[in-house]
């Protein structure tokens, strides 16, 4: 079955940096894109990135994240990773790793919460 576990959450200052995991089984995961999405409290859930490298590599970032985030895919060792720079507090969010293998699953997800 597909599994998605995500880490590397944490608390961080305004300005700081991290980098989130997700690490995947349960499906060929080099055919599949993979994404991140996050959720603040009483928000909905917005995407974050967006990474297909199945015939050269694109990503695909949500406003919130372009410029200060970057997503990456090792197929070799099934993870997607988020590093997240220049964090600021409306960044606060659980994070969630997905795909879609005929429907779409989540991981557990990872607080990340920035403040000072």
């Known amino acids: 079955q597909v599994q998605l576990v995500e880490s590397g959450g944490g608390l961080v200052q305004p300005g700081g940096s991290l980098r989130l995991s997700c690490a995947a089984s349960g499906f060929t995961f080099s055919r599949y894109a993979m994404s991140w999405y996050r959720q603040a409290p009483g928000k909905e859930r917005d995407l974050v990135a967006i990474?297909?490298?199945?015939?050269?590599?694109?990503?695909t970032y949500g406003d919130s994240a372009k410029g200060r985030f970057t997503i990456s895919k090792d197929n070799a060792k099934n993870t997607v990773y988020l590093q997240m720079n220049s964090l600021k507090p409306e960044d606060t969010a659980v994070y969630y790793c997905?795909?879609?293998?005929?429907?779409?699953?989540w991981g557990q997800g990872t607080q990340v919460t920035v403040s000072s």
């Open positions: 997905s795909v879609f293998v005929r429907y779409r699953y």
């Open positions: 990474i297909n490298n199945t015939g050269g590599t694109t990503t």
